[in-house]
């Protein structure tokens, strides 16, 4: 069973290999909860000295993820933590084998494995007869290419374990999907993000491509139920690439939000999700019927939680933290603020760039009313790429603005484009001889 703290002593583990500098509200969070984190991550990050945790240790880069395991398994048994935690996607499956070595009752292993890894997503769906679409499992690209042929183009091209659409395609012809896949084949060879841990059998997957609105959805699940945070629409895109940006509140068919919570609850107990964030991308089909795109035990990055702080007034990860430290789920119920009707309207607007960054800050956005926050992703002297190079994050631009029923997403997404032309972000060429401004 969970062991409870008293709140005096409310002590995690936080498992962060990377995203730290995309997660500081999550951080302030526990610190606003008085949590002593203790913080494992990798040596190249520099955060030895800061003083929002109680601790900071460092592995290797290129250590293995049960090496992760072991060391936060042996920091919580040191510090007496309640659990161990994340806020990223490559941690997921660390954090679960921590916590089920510990013998929490709601560690979840398995459903770990199955968020991070795309095929055994589209498995589960279609074993539990939850919306989805039809799909292939990549082995080798001449095989794929016959099914995909036998299916009918075109198709999605997906890496089995990466995230923020990268190597994410739709394409239309033969020729197109052997290049796609050997773009995937080099990124599983890259290393990039954690994503990929070794090369598994089934290192892609195709999918029917979905054509309507697609939206992300981030709730909380609290002794088996799930609590719906929000659900953001996204930037339509017909491909072949797919950009991450113009993330908006509220909603703008609140009609669907049963729809959408509902599938998310479905997935989240067939998952046996006890104590979780949770987060669930969907589209829609040519019917306008919501199917899953992805899934996964945790929330999104970015700006998603504080635009639903800030929109609904419901601490989703606040919430969750409490559960992590013991405390139960009817009294976190009782005491903090249940999803509220909407109070404003918010947009997340991600600044992408192909180069090397020279310059990445604020600049004169910081002085609109408009202006919720920026970070900046990139230090200068890094190499960023965009569209069919990848999905890298310059930066992270938020807004907010006044909001009445029915209004037209488009009016905070101007709003989101006029201040991205104001912040200072120039990035030059890879051979550096010339710069380009934002946006």
């Known amino acids: 069973m969970t062991k ?80 161990v935690v994340t806020f990223i996607e490559p941690d997921i499956e660390i954090v679960e084998e921590a916590n089920a070595e510990l013998g929490l009752d709601w560690a979840i292993p398995e459903a770990a494995r199955i968020c991070r890894d795309k095929l055994r997503q589209r498995m589960f769906l279609a074993e539990h007869g939850i919306p989805s679409v039809w799909f292939h499992p990549v082995t080798d690209i001449e095989s794929a290419v016959e099914a995909a042929t036998a299916h009918g183009l075109p198709v999605m091209v997906k890496p089995t374990r990466a ?46 491509y979905l054509p309507g609105e697609e939206v992300t959805l981030d709730g909380v699940v609290l002794d088996g139920r799930f609590v719906l945070g929000g659900v953001h629409n996204k930037k339509h895109s017909t491909g072949p690439h797919f950009e991450e940006d113009l993330y908006t509140l509220p909603f703008r068919t609140p009609e669907h939000e049963a729809e959408v919570a509902g599938i998310a609850a479905d997935i989240t107990r067939r998952l046996g999700v006890k104590h979780g964030l949770f987060n669930a991308e969907l589209r829609q089909d040519a019917q306008g019927r919501y199917r899953v795109v992805e899934f996964s035990v945790r929330v999104s990055g970015g700006h998603v939680y504080r635009h639903i702080k800030d929109v609904y007034a419901i601490d989703i990860v606040r919430m969750f933290l409490r559960a992590a430290c013991g405390e139960s789920a009817a009294d976190i119920l009782a005491q903090e603020n249940a999803k509220q009707p909407p109070r404003m309207t918010v947009s997340a607007k991600v600044i992408y760039r192909n180069g090397r960054v020279v310059r990445n800050s604020v600049g004169e956005a910081m002085h609109s009313p408009y202006f919720r926050t920026y970070f900046p992703v990139a230090k200068p002297g890094t190499d960023v790429v965009s569209g069919e190079n990848g999905f890298d994050f310059t930066g992270l631009l938020s807004v907010w603005h006044p909001w009445e029923p029915g209004q037209d997403p488009a009016v905070v997404h101007e709003v989101a484009h006029s201040l991205a032309e104001m912040l200072d972000v120039e990035v030059a060429d890879p051979a550096g001889t010339h710069g380009q401004e934002a946006p």
Request: charged share 30%.
């Open 4 to 83: 409870a703290n008293s709140p005096a002593r409310r002590t995690l583990v936080l498992v962060m290999r990377r995203g730290l500098s995309t997660s500081p509200d999550h951080v302030q969070t526990m610190l606003d909860l008085d949590i002593r984190t203790h913080l494992l991550t990798v040596d190249t990050e520099p955060w030895a000295n800061d003083p929002r945790f109680a601790s900071v240790r460092r592995l290797p880069h290129d250590a293995d993820q049960r090496a992760f395991v072991r060391a936060a398994v042996e920091i919580a048994r040191d510090r007496d933590a309640s659990a």
């Open 163 to 208: 995230a923020a659409s990268d190597c994410v395609e739709l394409v239309h012809d033969a020729d197109r999907l052997r290049a796609s896949l050997k773009v995937v084949q080099s990124y599983i060879e890259s290393g990039r993000n954690f994503y990929f841990s070794g090369a598994p059998e089934s290192w892609a997957v195709l999918e029917d």
